[in-house]
């Protein structure tokens, strides 16, 4: 059995979810993000899943997603690369809290996502040495690249200059994981993409994976690839994140 919770922590609209009857225990935790232009509420079986298997699971809801969402689309679009910033911004207030009040065991700390949320866990394992554990659901960590082609405005109704771009996302392209194979290597990863991506590139995650194993970097990587599955989470793809937490975190 789960209990999930609609909850708001500084200001962020969250899903919690906890095994019935142990929401005061200090728990492992997993910070899970949703994809672009969807909500916290699209990814709730994530939360009941990995909360059926013993996790608490803390889904936010995006800036300009979800609770927070701007009726004009365009510009959650032109803010893309904004929003990916302002995520991993919130989930260290989120860890702060949570372990701060005794809910999450701060040696049990994992994050996970799907597209954007896949970005945002790459770049949190990146920035926060307490990630223990992470799983990247068709996402990309390769910002400065990808930056290039998918959604290059920064503000909001704008197509800035690339300079201009760079300067303002600069916090977040420090965070490209390029070169930082080492970095990561000790850490558990896991990594699902569809073949057949067709918004972000599976070529993406094969990059990934081609560059830990360059670096023998790779020895805590699982990748799995899904032959014909485009930019859509599959049954097989919950299940085997599912098993990777239950198994590394």
């Avoid at 990916?84 to 996502?113: H, M, S, T, Y």
């Amino acid at each position: 059995m789960v209990e999930m919770y609609e909850e708001t922590v500084e200001g962020i609209q969250v899903i919690h979810a906890v095994p019935a009857g142990q929401y005061q225990r200090q728990l492992p935790t997993i910070f899970f993000y949703h994809g672009f232009l969807s909500s916290k509420e699209i990814y709730s079986y994530f939360g009941y899943t990995l909360a059926k298997a013993g996790f608490r699971v803390i889904l936010p809801d995006a800036l300009m997603h979800g609770a927070r969402a701007e009726k004009d689309d365009a510009r959650t679009v032109a803010n893309f690369w904004g929003i990916l910033q302002n995520n991993i911004d919130e989930l260290a207030i989120l860890k702060d809290v949570f372990v701060g009040c005794g809910l999450a065991d701060p040696q049990r700390l994992g994050v996970g996502g799907v597209s954007m949320g896949g970005m945002t866990t790459m770049a949190a394992l990146v920035k926060f040495p307490w990630v223990k554990a992470a799983a990247n659901l068709m996402g990309s960590g390769y910002f400065a690249r990808l930056s290039h082609h998918l959604f290059p405005a920064f503000n909001a109704g704008n197509i800035v200059q690339r300079d201009v771009f760079e300067r303002e996302a600069g916090p977040l392209l420090s965070l490209d994981i390029g070169g930082k194979a080492a970095l990561i290597a000790d850490i558990p990863l896991f990594v699902w993409h569809g073949e057949d991506d067709d918004v972000v590139p599976f070529a993406e995650s094969q990059r990934l994976r081609e560059e830990l194993a360059d670096s023998g970097a790779d020895a805590n990587l699982t990748f799995i690839s899904e032959a014909g599955a485009k930019h859509k989470v599959s049954v097989h793809a919950l299940a085997e994140t599912t098993a990777f937490f239950a198994t590394k975190l």
